[in-house]
C-alpha cells in the first residue's frame, strides 16, 4: 500500500508569495495531522483533522496559515504570505481510528522561503 | 499538560556500543509510548511502542519499557551499527486527546566505525 504522500518535496520561492503543499493521507486513516520541523523548535503540531474537520489549530503560527481537507484523501497547508521564518520542513501524517494507533508520516515538503 | 522529556543530544558512540536515550514523561491516565526514528531526508516511522505499564516494546535490536513508577520509556539497544545513525524521538498519545501525539525535542545519534 501507498504511504503518506506530500508534495512537493521541496520548495523554493520568494517571501510574500503564496506557498500549497499538499497531503494524500493513507486509504482508511480518520486522522490527518500537519506538523513543523525546524532546528530552533523541533516538531510542532500545526493542526490536525478527524474525518475531514479540524479538531484543533491551536499550533498554527498566524493568520498566514491555513489548512483544509476537502475530503478524506486530500489535505493542503497553505501560507500566505509566506516569510522567511517559514522556512521548515512541513510533515503531513495520517492514523487509524483506533486511538492508540501509531503515526504514518510522510517524507516532508521542504519549504525555502527567500 | 501532557508531555515528554528526552535527553539532548547529540550523541556519538563507537559501533558496538550500548546506547541508551533518556525519556521522560507527564501525562494523567494511561498513555501509550513509543519511539520514532528519523533518518536523514526522511519523515519519521515508528520504531516501537509499549500500550501500558510494563509493556517491552522492541524492534530492530532496540528496547524499551513502560516504567510509570519512574514515569520512563528509556530507548537501549546493545550494540549500535553505523546505520543506526539518525534522530530518535519519544512520544505519547492518550485516547482523550484525540489521537494527539506529544513528541520528545529528538536525540541525534552519531554511529562511528
Known amino acids: 500500500d501507498a504511504g503518506v504522500i506530500q508534495s512537493p518535496r521541496h520548495e523554493v520561492t520568494e517571501m510574500g508569495q503564496e506557498v500549497t503543499l499538499r497531503c494524500k493521507p493513507i486509504?482508511?486513516?480518520?486522522?490527518l495531522f500537519w506538523y513543523r520541523q525546524t532546528m530552533m523548535r523541533g516538531l510542532e503540531l500545526l493542526i490536525y483533522?478527524?474525518?475531514?474537520?479540524?479538531?484543533?489549530d491551536s499550533g498554527m503560527p498566524e493568520d498566514r496559515f491555513s489548512a483544509k481537507m476537502p475530503n478524506a484523501s486530500f489535505s493542503t497547508l497553505k501560507i500566505q504570505p509566506s516569510e522567511p521564518r517559514d522556512s521548515a520542513v512541513y510533515f503531513c501524517a495520517s492514523s487509524p481510528r483506533d486511538r492508540t494507533g501509531e503515526l504514518f508520516f510522510g517524507e516532508g515538503s521542504r519549504l525555502t522561503v527567500l | 499538560g501532557d508531555s515528554v522529556t528526552q535527553m539532548e543530544g547529540p550523541v556519538t558512540l563507537s559501533e558496538e556500543a550500548f546506547l541508551t536515550i533518556n525519556c521522560t514523561y507527564t501525562a494523567t491516565g494511561y498513555p501509550s509510548l513509543f519511539w520514532y526514528v528519523q533518518y536523514p531526508g526522511e519523515g519519521l516511522q515508528l520504531l516501537l511502542k509499549?500500550?501500558?505499564?510494563?509493556d517491552k516494546g522492541s524492534n530492530k535490536g532496540f528496547e524499551a519499557t513502560y516504567r510509570k513508577e519512574t514515569t520512563s520509556f528509556h530507548l537501549e539497544k546493545g550494540s549500535v551499527q553505523v546505520s543506526d545513525s539518525a534522530v530518535y524521538f519519544c512520544?505519547?498519545?492518550?485516547?482523550?486527546?484525540?489521537?494527539?501525539?506529544?513528541f520528545g525535542t529528538g536525540t541525534s545519534l552519531t554511529v562511528i566505525p
Open positions: 509499549a500500550t501500558k505499564a510494563d
Open positions: 486509504s482508511g486513516h480518520d486522522y
Open positions: 512520544a505519547l498519545s492518550r485516547a482523550n486527546t484525540g489521537n494527539q501525539f506529544y
Open positions: 483533522f478527524n474525518n475531514n474537520v479540524p479538531i484543533d
